[in-house]
């Protein structure tokens, strides 16, 4: 069993910057791939990047890709999602997500998702 908690999100303008951390328990967080996903009201959870257990390999949805980064610190069990340039339509509840799948764009591809944080971007 994996609990995840995201935080950081909150207020920003266009153009500014924050970064996501998402704490995992449990000793296995290694071993896990993670995921970024993004929702908004009326819409499904999207896909916005997924790191492999090493930190090796990342992948990132095309409309983020040169904004956002996502790293993660094993030995503090944390994953994060720096994200630069912030756009109005980056406005979202963000989750992290832990998973085994050696592939993760899809929602099915993790077991385990945190409660999710706030991002609200103005223009």
């Known amino acids: 069993q994996v609990q995840l908690v995201e935080s950081g999100g909150g207020l920003v303008q266009a153009g500014d910057s924050l970064r996501l951390s998402c704490v995992a328990s449990?000793?296995?967080?290694?071993?896990?791939?993670m995921g970024w996903f993004r929702q908004t009201p009326g819409k499904a959870r999207e896909f916005v990047a997924t790191?492999?257990?090493?930190?090796?390999?990342?992948y990132y949805k095309d409309s983020v890709k040169g904004r956002f980064t996502v790293s993660r610190d094993n030995a503090k069990n944390t994953v994060y999602l720096q994200m630069n340039t912030l756009k109005p339509e980056d406005t979202a509840v963000y989750y992290c997500?832990?998973?085994?799948?050696?592939?993760?764009?899809?929602?099915?591809?993790?077991?385990?998702w945190g409660q999710g944080t706030q991002v609200t971007v103005s223009s």
């Open positions: 997500a832990a998973g085994t799948r050696n592939y993760g764009t899809r929602t099915l591809d993790y077991d385990y």
């Open positions: 449990g000793r296995t967080f290694s071993s896990y791939r």
């Open positions: 790191i492999n257990w090493s930190g090796i390999s990342t």
